[in-house]
Structures are given as structure tokens and as C-alpha cells.
Nanobody, 127 residues
Framework: VQLQASGGGLVQAGGSLRLSCAAS????????????FAWFRQAPGKEREFVAA????????FYADSVKGRFTLSKDNVKNTVYLQMNSLNSEDTAVYYC?????????????????WGQGTQVTVSS
């Protein structure tokens, strides 16, 4: 599975950004694939932390408390792409954002449970 993340940038506090994560590869081609997309983020000097996850089928989302109500996950089954809509951004959201994938049914919040990672995309929120 290969993951391609995009959509980061510079935004003012209170603004919005949408990140995308496109999956490809033989491991993702089956219509019956079961697993979770997740977004993590890592701010300078901090550990990589869980942000949100989406069960690929049927598409149930889960959010960290810090982003609940502001961030929304969605997916496009045809494009094999997951979107992270980020609203009401603040300076604490500044980080490199990574998308990740794990096979299986269970939701995991730890980064080491995810086997496949996209390259990071920088999100910078100016105050």
C-alpha cells in the first residue's frame, strides 16, 4: 500500500484546510479490504499524536478530543482517498500531518500499529 498525502499549507487562525490521502497498490485493490485510515500529527519537539481515523468499510470515523467538532473525515471509495477537513484551526494545530493505514477490524490509536505511512504534509497556522 502506498499513501500520498497532500493539502497542507499556511493558514490564519480560524481558517480551514483540507488534507487528502490517496491509497494505491495491490494491497488496496481488493473490494473487500478491511482496515483503518488514520491521521497523525507531529509538532516540533513533540511526539507524533493521533488525530483521527476512519474505518474504510463502512466508514465510521473516530476523533481525538483535541479536534472533535472541528475536524471531519470523509472518503471517496472510487478514488481510494480519505479527506481530513480541518476547520477553526489554531496555533496548536501547527504540525506535520501524516496519513497511515492498518489492516484489520480494530481501531488503534498508537502509531506503531500502523504499517503504512504517507509522507508528511506541513500545516502551519498563524495567529
Amino acid at each position: 500500500v502506498q499513501l500520498q498525502a497532500s493539502g497542507g499549507g499556511l493558514v490564519q487562525a480560524g481558517g480551514s484546510l483540507r488534507l487528502s490521502c490517496a491509497a494505491s497498490g495491490r494491497g488496496f485493490s481488493s473490494s473487500s479490504v478491511i482496515g483503518w485510515f488514520a491521521w497523525f500529527r507531529q509538532a516540533p519537539g513533540k511526539e507524533r499524536e493521533f488525530v483521527a481515523a476512519l474505518n474504510w468499510r463502512p466508514g465510521s470515523p473516530f476523533y481525538a478530543d483535541s479536534v472533535k467538532g472541528r475536524f471531519t473525515l470523509s472518503k471517496d471509495n472510487v478514488k481510494n482517498t480519505v479527506y481530513l477537513q480541518m476547520n477553526s484551526l489554531n496555533s496548536e494545530d501547527t504540525a506535520v500531518y501524516y496519513c497511515a493505514w492498518k489492516y484489520g477490524i480494530g481501531l488503534e490509536l498508537g502509531r506503531y500499529e500502523y504499517n503504512f505511512w504517507g509522507q508528511g504534509t506541513q500545516v502551519t497556522v498563524s495567529s
